[in-house]
């Protein structure tokens, strides 16, 4: 997942909150797969690596990835973010899901939310959980207060 700067609305009063949201699916374990999931799916992943490889600041990577992460800006709701995955993979989520139930691979959708009030918070459409529904996968947040 990259790091995305936080974003306020131009039109919000100087001390509104910042915040920011991102979505990436994650496929980890399986780097024997990577080249199979792009076929299978036509899918360019967002980042893909091996475990070992140099990543960064040159420590190498602890495990697998292949990561197809969501290009919406982080001011966009993560509803979106969410939606946006889930028109890339439904084409493919009977492949996906098989995939996701076997031994040794691990899936996730991997979803961050950062702000810079502590007390602020998000809400999730129940529509926008079909992803994690249709693959099996577990949803994973990442809460980042600054």
């Given at each position: 997942?990259?790091?995305t700067?936080?974003?306020?609305?131009?039109?919000?009063?100087?001390n509104s909150a910042r915040f920011g949201f991102s979505a990436t699916l994650r496929v980890m374990c399986a780097a024997d797969?990577?080249?199979?999931?792009?076929?299978?799916?036509?899918?360019?992943?967002?980042?893909?690596?091996?475990?070992?490889?140099?990543?960064?600041?040159?420590?190498?990577?602890?495990?697998?990835?292949?990561?197809?992460?969501?290009?919406?800006?982080?001011a966009a709701p993560l509803a979106d973010h969410m939606d946006w995955l889930w028109e890339q993979v439904r084409p493919h989520q009977e492949y996906l899901r098989t995939l996701a139930a076997q031994d040794g691979v691990d899936m996730?959708?991997?979803?961050?939310?950062?702000?810079?009030?502590?007390?602020?918070?998000f809400e999730m459409i129940p529509e926008s959980l079909q992803i994690v529904?249709?693959?099996?996968?577990?949803?994973?947040v990442s809460v980042v207060f600054r």
């Open positions: 997942m990259s790091e700067s936080d974003s306020v609305p131009s039109d919000a009063p100087a797969r990577h080249d199979e999931i792009e076929d299978a799916t036509g899918l360019t992943p967002t980042h893909r690596h091996r475990k070992g490889e140099a990543g960064m600041l040159g420590r190498p990577w602890p495990n697998d990835l292949w990561a197809l992460e969501s290009p919406l800006p982080p996730d959708l991997f979803c961050g939310y950062r702000s810079d009030c502590a007390e602020c918070g529904q249709a693959l099996d996968v577990p949803l994973q």
